[in-house]
Every structure is written in structure tokens, then in C-alpha cells.
């Protein structure tokens, strides 16, 4: 296999990276790591320090195999890597803690809002925020692309569907940072890993920062319970069937969510883009050849590559053998979607980016399994507009120094991405 992963797309070229550190992925994802485990141990058992241990799942077929089956691995034990007490997961789980079918009537309140067509309305709005940023941009010449680009249009775009002020962003993106990098001192001053968060283990992500979203969540609360329209935020609170809404303490759990979940993974997915493209020039050349339809399965192909969640995962309901390993009922088991986007098996030339890919398999977003991402067709659609203005408007990107990861094993992403932008 040639060295196809190393730098500038990562440096990591060690096959036997600790997975379970926070660490893992500081040089871009371990892509030598998984290349082994795929070959030699597709179901493998990993050792964790301070932890109980889990099984790495790193195959295509076998994630796409278990993620739709929620009977048999639940993700009503908790999401991440993360062992929970019963007291922790109580206070601190979202519908994404749940299984069908609690899950399914959740889901279904929210995915109106967040379908393929609602989302497209708030194109015009993507697409002014788009160019205003890749127009100053363009006009300061050398700037930091995640900074003045990925990092700003995804809480102002999910703002506006949920409801908050455009002048609430800015805020709101440094507490969504706090939460879900909460092992990177960049952006929080309680890594997970590195200092005492015992004070915080009832809130989301052992987080302070949750309690200040918990107030803003209040704020909302008691807006809508004054009768005022808040965005789709209304619709999570409607009642089913019987009467049964979610409680207060579930509505702030799942705001925490949408600011963490809606922030990160779009931002680092527009910054591997504008890596890549400031790194391979004739990517930037094709997409301005291209009509709509062909910058929509670019911009999947750049969401396989950013693989921006490396992972979630799930807990064994019954004792079960899976590739000759032996499971026991209550294992930690984690799919590492990261893996399964460069399976040979599943992408011919995996690390190689074709924006034509077709068919993609791609399973950034979790597809197949219940739990798909609520958010992806507004992701989707944000990689695609700024696809289509950086072709627009940008003559050229180039990387004029090094760029850094974010350190977290659960979060892949470009942190700091220093580049020249030229307009046309
Ligand atoms: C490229 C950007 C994104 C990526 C790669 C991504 C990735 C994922 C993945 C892999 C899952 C499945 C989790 C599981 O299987 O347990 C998920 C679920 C979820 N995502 Fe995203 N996400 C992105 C953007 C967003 C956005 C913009 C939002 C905001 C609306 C969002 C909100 C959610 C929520 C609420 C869930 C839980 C869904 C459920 O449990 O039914 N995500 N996401």
C-alpha cells in the first residue's frame, strides 16, 4: 500500500496507535493503524487506561452490518468512549441515548425541520453568509481558513434554524467548542483527560460550559411556554400520542447537542475541504467545471474524506461472537466510521479524493442505522455552497504553514489552517 495518507493529509503513520487517547489523532487521523486492524483484526479487543476497555470495529461491512441494529448494540448506554455511571447517563443522555422505539417518536418530531427540502430554503441564506466570509477573506489574503471561514457559518445557519439571534453565535460556537473539545486545552480549560472533572459529571460532556447552555436553554423555555415561536425548538417540545412531552431537563441535554453536533462536524468538514483543495489545485479547477448536481457529490466525497466523527459508540445487549471474538453483554463497542471511509473493500483508491465518486458509501453521517445524522442534509448542503463560492470567487488557495489538529479521539478536524487566498 503506498504512503498515501502521509503528509499533508496526515502524519500519523504508526500502525499501533492507543486508539483510547485523546491523543490518537493530533497527526490527522491513524490511517496506519486502521489499515492494519482492518487486515489483521477486524474485531479487535482495546485496552483502555482508566477505562474498561472496548472492541474496535474498523470495517465497512461489518459497521454498516451493526449499525442498523440497535437490538443487539444499544446506544442507550451512552455514545462515546466515555464509561458512565447509571446516575451520569440518567442526567446527561438526548434522544441520541435512546433506542428505538423511545428513539423513533423523538426523531420523528424533529426530522420535519431538518429534511432535505426545509433545509433548502435557507439556502440564499448560506450562500450570502458564504461569500460575504470568502469575500473578506479573500480581501486580507493570507488569513487562517477556519477561523475566517469553517468556523463561522455553521452555528450562524443552525442559529437560524433553531431560532437564536445572529448576534448569539459567536457565543454560542466558544460554548459549543468547550463541550464537545473538551480534551483540547485550545478550548477549554477542563480537559478531560488532564484535570479533575468530577464537579461536572452530571452535565454534558463534563462540561461548565453546559451550565451557561443550561440557562440559554431556560431562556428558550420560558419563551415558548409565553407562547413565542422559537424555530423548530417548538417542535421538540409537542407532545405524542398520550400526552408524553420531553422534559425540561432532556429540551437543555438536546440544545447541548445541537450547539456541539451542529458546530464542529460542519466546520471541520469545510476546513479538510479548503485543505484539500489548497493542496491539490486541480480540485478547485474541476469544481468550477462542474454543475450543481456535480459539486453535490463533491461536496460527499470531501465529507468521506473530512470524516469529521471518527466514532460512536454502542453497548452489547447479549452476549454474541462476531468474527470468531467473543462479545459479552454489556461490552463497549466502538464503530469507527473514520475507519470503514478508507476500506479498499468499500471505495476504490480510498485515499484518493475523486469528486466524482459514484456510487459513494460514504458513512460520515452514521447512514444505515437509526441514528443517521439529524443534521446532514444541512451539512450537506453548507459543503456544497462553499464549495461553489471558493470556485466563484477564489483564483487561488495555497497553505502557507503548518496546519493542527484538534486533540480529541472522537473529533477529527483541522484546527488552525493557515493559507493565502487570491480572488478572481
Ligand atoms: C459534516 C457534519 C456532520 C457530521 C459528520 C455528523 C455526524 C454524525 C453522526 C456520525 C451521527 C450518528 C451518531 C450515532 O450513530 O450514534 C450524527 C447524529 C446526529 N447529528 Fe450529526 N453530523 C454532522 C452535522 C450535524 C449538524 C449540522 C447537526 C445539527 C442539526 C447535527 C446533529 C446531529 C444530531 C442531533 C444527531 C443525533 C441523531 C439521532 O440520534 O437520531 N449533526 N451526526
Not at 447509571?86 to 429534511?115: G, I, W
Not at 427540502?117 to 493570507?142: C, N
Request: hydrophobic share 40%.
Amino acid at each position: 500500500m503506498a504512503q498515501d495518507w502521509t503528509y499533508p493529509f496526515s502524519r500519523s503513520t504508526d500502525p499501533h496507535v492507543d486508539l483510547a487517547s485523546q491523543d490518537a489523532f493530533n497527526d490527522g487521523a491513524p490511517y496506519a493503524t486502521f489499515e492494519r486492524m482492518r487486515r489483521e483484526d477486524p474485531v479487535a479487543w482495546c485496552p483502555e487506561s482508566g477505562g474498561r476497555g472496548f472492541w474496535s470495529i474498523t470495517r465497512h461491512a461489518d459497521i454498516a452490518d451493526l449499525n442498523r441494529n440497535p437490538q443487539l448494540l444499544s446506544s442507550a448506554r451512552g455514545i462515546r468512549m466515555e464509561d458512565q455511571s447509571e446516575e451520569e447517563y440518567e442526567a446527561r443522555k438526548t434522544f441520541q441515548e435512546t433506542d428505538p422505539p423511545r428513539h423513533t417518536h423523538f426523531r420523528m418530531l424533529v426530522n420535519k425541520a431538518f429534511s432535505r427540502q426545509e433545509v433548502a430554503k435557507f439556502e440564499p441564506q448560506i450562500r450570502a453568509i458564504t461569500r460575504s466570509l470568502v469575500d473578506a477573506a479573500v480581501e486580507q489574503g493570507e488569513v487562517d481558513a477556519v477561523e475566517a471561514i469553517a468556523r463561522q457559518l455553521p452555528m450562524r445557519m443552525l442559529g437560524q434554524i433553531i431560532g437564536v439571534p445572529d448576534a448569539d453565535s459567536d457565543w454560542l460556537v466558544e460554548k459549543g467548542d468547550a463541550l464537545i473539545s473538551n480534551s483540547d486545552p485550545d478550548y477549554t480549560d477542563f480537559v478531560i483527560d488532564q484535570v479533575d472533572t468530577e464537579a461536572y459529571r452530571l452535565l454534558p460532556f463534563r462540561s461548565p460550559a453546559a451550565v451557561e447552555l443550561f440557562d440559554y436553554a431556560n431562556d428558550l423555555i420560558a419563551r415558548m411556554d409565553r407562547g413565542e415561536d422559537v424555530g423548530v425548538l417548538n417542535l421538540v417540545r409537542q407532545p405524542d400520542k398520550n400526552g408524553v412531552r420531553i422534559s425540561d431537563d432532556e429540551f437543555r441535554n438536546f440544545f447541548c447537542l445541537l450547539v456541539a453536533a451542529g458546530n464542529d462536524t460542519t466546520r471541520y468538514s469545510i476546513a479538510a475541504s479548503i485543505h484539500a483543495l489548497a493542496n491539490l489545485p486541480h480540485l478547485l479547477e474541476a469544481v468550477r467545471a462542474m454543475d450543481e448536481d456535480a459539486v453535490r457529490t463533491a461536496a460527499d466525497e470531501m465529507i468521506r474524506w473530512a470524516s469529521p466523527t471518527t466514532h460512536f459508540r454502542r453497548t452489547a445487549t447479549e452476549d454474541l461472537t462476531y468474527h470468531g471474538k467473543r462479545i459479552a453483554a454489556g461490552d463497549k463497542v466502538i464503530l469507527w466510521f473514520a475507519s470503514a471511509n478508507r476500506d479498499a473493500e468499500a471505495f476504490g483508491n480510498p485515499y484518493e479524493i475523486d469528486l466524482a465518486r459514484s456510487p459513494n458509501r460514504f458513512v460520515s453521517f452514521g447512514q444505515g442505522g437509526p441514528h443517521v445524522c439529524l443534521g446532514m442534509w444541512l451539512a450537506k448542503l453548507e459543503v456544497r455552497i462553499v464549495l461553489e463560492e471558493l470556485a466563484r470567487h477564489v483564483g487561488s488557495i495555497a497553505q502557507v504553514a503548518d496546519h493542527s489538529y484538534l486533540r480529541s479521539n472522537f473529533i477529527l478536524g483541522i484546527k488552525r489552517l493557515p493559507v493565502r487566498m487570491t480572488g478572481r
